[in-house]
């Protein structure tokens, strides 16, 4: 039996830590047809380009999904430090007095 490949699909998922017990999957897939010129056969090497071509689109795909996430878990981060570190400073200027 021989087998032809006419079509890629590609799937990249990550996961993001945000910190509480909470996380973010983000994930993207995608979908190719490899259509070779007429009397052309598809060879490893198409199949091979057309997963490479989509890998590099899923990757940079969940990148992009990710910088609104980690932008925001970080000032999050921020925000809970500089408010510990408030709290911290009143405790110490508190006992001082």
């Not at 989509?54 to 999904?65: G, H, I, N």
Request: charged share 30%.
């Amino acid at each position: 039996m021989k087998v032809q490949v006419k079509t890629v699909c590609v799937e990249y998922e990550r996961k993001f830590n945000l910190a509480d017990y909470e996380s973010q999957n983000l994930k993207a897939v995608a979908w190719a047809d490899i259509v070779p010129d007429p009397g052309e056969t598809i060879t490893i090497e198409m199949v091979a380009a057309a997963h490479k071509e989509l890998w590099e689109e899923v990757k940079e795909t969940v990148k992009d999904q990710a910088m609104p996430v980690l932008v925001k878990r970080n000032a999050d981060r921020a925000a809970k430090s500089a408010q510990a570190q408030r709290s911290l400073e009143s405790a110490v200027n508190h006992k001082e007095d």
